[in-house]
């Protein structure tokens, strides 16, 4: 192979180093293995967490035999009595179920939101999608609009068209004259107050008992009522999950400009309206089952970009996965911190992300997006 | 080399292995590209107004013209990044798309925080199916591009981190990883110090040789581009002004008029240079 090279490149194949080189050369090209192993174990340590621990105790051991007993094929011995298993069924799994389907829409949307606005600060909260879709669900619930077709409610697309009005007003305003990657946050910060203050104004609108409700699903809460949540989040997760990991390659590709990304075989404005519209939905979706639970979508994509890759198609997969896995440790938290009262989900994920967010807007140096 | 990328287009080139000006009797295998009329025009300005070229398989043909010629727009409207009228065609009459050329641009975006490894990986995009995950083939063949560049103890680098002949070497990779028979080059040696433009533009002969590759590159040094291309485009005002050999092409008189300066032809060692003719001081 050398020697057909020029002299000057051939001179750096040191004679004798050959195999070192192609083993470096192959490690460029290897799959993060050991991030992606590292985040499926966070999730399932969250998960054994967040179903042992809460205000009914249960065993390690027999919460993993009865598991294992509801898999099709196997039967074993439950390790829990009747109430233990009725806890666990009906009230511990629905609800981390749910916290990882949130965890995981709001993480990946993050990411998808942050490559196609090529801003590492992009995230369904900061950029006023969260809003859009409180204020559709908001109007949705509170004026009992209460249609559904199969999976999918009225709750979701009202929220789903709010979240969209949100965004493209966010997008808009960025684009205007003189923008900076900051114009984009701050048009954020105004389409999120727009929608705050019709929210507010909604729910003064209601009946006292009515604004409550509404305005205790808005902290963001994990509440569950069997598994209802759950299957209505489901098809959103999984339809918009695959579509932004299908793109996660698209938003690799845009990063080197909008022309070589057409020489490279991708439409530009295509790939930004289908990521825009998935991760919209799924923010949507995510929205109108558990309130507005913020920064989720921005601390994970971060996290996984310092640890593990700057590459979208590892990043999204795996911001999926470690939202996933932090709503699960949050719920934890939520649900003990203050028993028997609950914490709002929302209110640790912004303790948490508020300073996370402070800190790398204080060190100015952004993490490149 | 030739059980790795384009074997099957290799075979005809094999042995033609020497540096520098390209032997006249390689065969070339039909027509790879042709342009018919191709115009651009942004708004009332026409950039470009209705140029014929044609590109053999196999030849390497180089844009040479003054600043905003139009080089650089029929780079992009051959590589479909600017809109135009007119025709551009593949030899079996298709219109090309990422598949068939792959473009090497002028100044192009380093991404913050991505490695070597996968800048190259970028080229494979065209060849993705379902879910746009690369296999094991695409990983191997953009290794392959790494190695064939002298890249292969860069892969895990920032491709910010890299000098500027890296960094060309790592961009003519990734056009390398895309598989296409047409390789564009806008003026790829443009940031490059003499030793580092002939370094990159040996090595994209070779490549061109060895792959069986087309090539089409804008150039702004005017002898470089006569060593190294088998036919020349003039290139002024939007508008073809001569096409053929170097020697053809490169005419004293015709260049003078096109870049408003004096200027001499001049064969040294068997090359030919083109030189401003030099001004007597206190004249």
Request: glycine fraction near 12%; charged fraction near 15%; include cysteine.
């Amino acid at each position: 192979m050398a020697q057909a090279l020029d002299p000057a490149i051939a001179r750096s194949n040191l004679p004798g180093d050959d195999d070192g080189q192609d083993r470096a050369s192959e490690r460029a090209f290897r799959l993060p293995v050991l991030g992606l192993v590292g985040v499926i174990g966070a999730v399932v340590i969250a998960a054994l967490i967040s179903a042992t621990q809460g205000a009914a105790g249960l065993p390690v051991g027999g919460v993993l035999t009865t598991l294992l007993d509801a898999v099709p094929g196997i039967s074993i011995e439950p390790g829990l009595d009747t109430r233990q298993q009725a806890i666990l069924t009906q009230i511990r799994l629905p609800r981390l179920v749910l916290g990882l389907l949130v965890g995981g829409a709001l993480g990946s949307a993050g990411a998808a939101y942050q490559g196609i606005f090529r801003n590492p600060l992009a995230d369904p909260y900061l950029l006023g999608v969260s809003a859009g879709a409180g204020l559709g669900a908001v109007l949705a619930i509170g004026f009992g609009l209460d249609l559904s077709w199969g999976p999918f409610g009225a709750v979701p697309a009202a929220a789903f068209v709010g979240a969209l009005l949100a965004v493209s007003g966010s997008a808009l305003i960025s684009r205007g004259p003189g923008s900076s990657p900051a114009t984009l946050l701050l048009a954020g910060v105004a389409m999120a107050a727009l929608f705050s203050a019709a929210q507010t104004y909604a729910l003064q609108r209601l009946s006292e008992t009515r604004a409550r409700e509404v305005l205790s699903w808005l902290f963001g809460q994990l509440q569950t009522n069997g598994w209802d949540q759950v299957l209505l989040l489901i098809p959103y997760v999984v339809i918009c999950g695959t579509i932004l990991i299908a793109y996660g390659r698209h938003l690799d590709v845009l990063r080197v400009g909008d022309a070589e990304a057409r020489a490279l075989g991708i439409d530009p404005t295509r790939s930004r309206i289908v990521v825009v519209v998935a991760a919209s939905l799924l923010t949507a979706a995510a929205v109108s089952v558990s309130g507005l639970i913020a920064f989720v979508g921005l601390v994970i994509p971060h996290v996984i970009r310092l640890l593990i890759s700057h590459s979208y198609r590892v990043i999204v997969p795996l911001s999926a996965l470690g939202g996933a896995a932090f709503l699960a440790f949050v719920d934890v938290g939520s649900r003990t911190l203050l028993a028997p009262a609950e914490l709002p989900v929302g209110v640790i994920t912004a303790f948490v992300g508020a300073p996370f967010f402070a800190f790398v807007l204080w060190r100015g140096r952004q993490v490149p997006s | 080399m030739s059980a790795d990328i384009g074997a099957d287009r290799a075979t005809d080139r094999a042995g033609a292995h020497t540096t520098g000006r390209p032997h006249p009797e390689v065969p070339t295998n039909g027509v790879a590209l042709s342009c018919r009329d191709v115009r651009v025009t942004y708004g009332r300005f026409e950039a470009l107004g209705g140029v014929d070229l044609h590109l053999d398989g196999g030849e390497w043909l180089g844009l040479i013209g003054p600043n905003g010629a139009g080089k650089t727009t029929l780079i992009g409207a051959i590589s479909g990044l600017i809109d135009h009228d007119g025709e551009v065609a593949l030899g079996d009459g298709r219109q090309p798309g990422a598949r068939d050329i792959a473009l090497v641009p002028q100044s192009p975006l380093l991404p913050p925080g991505m490695t070597v490894a996968e800048y190259v990986l970028l080229g494979r995009t065209a060849h993705l199916g379902w879910l746009a995950r690369e296999t094991r083939e695409d990983r191997r063949i953009a290794a392959t591009a790494v190695r064939r560049l002298g890249l292969q103890t860069f892969g895990e680098r920032i491709v910010t981190t890299l000098s500027g002949g890296e960094a060309q070497r790592m961009v003519v990779a990734r056009a390398l990883a895309q598989q296409a028979p047409v390789l564009l080059l806008d003026e790829p040696t443009s940031s490059l110090d003499l030793g580092h433009q002939v370094t990159v533009l040996e090595l994209v002969d070779e490549l061109r040789r060895e792959d069986g590759l087309s090539v089409i590159s804008a150039m702004h040094d005017l002898s470089t581009a006569a060593r190294f291309c088998d036919r020349l485009a003039l290139i002024a005002g939007g508008e073809l002004i001569a096409q053929g050999t170097p020697e053809q092409v490169l005419q004293a008189d015709r260049l003078s008029n096109v870049y408003e300066t004096p200027l001499t032809v001049r064969h040294i060692d068997g090359e030919l240079c083109v030189l401003p003719v030099a001004r007597r001081r206190n004249a």
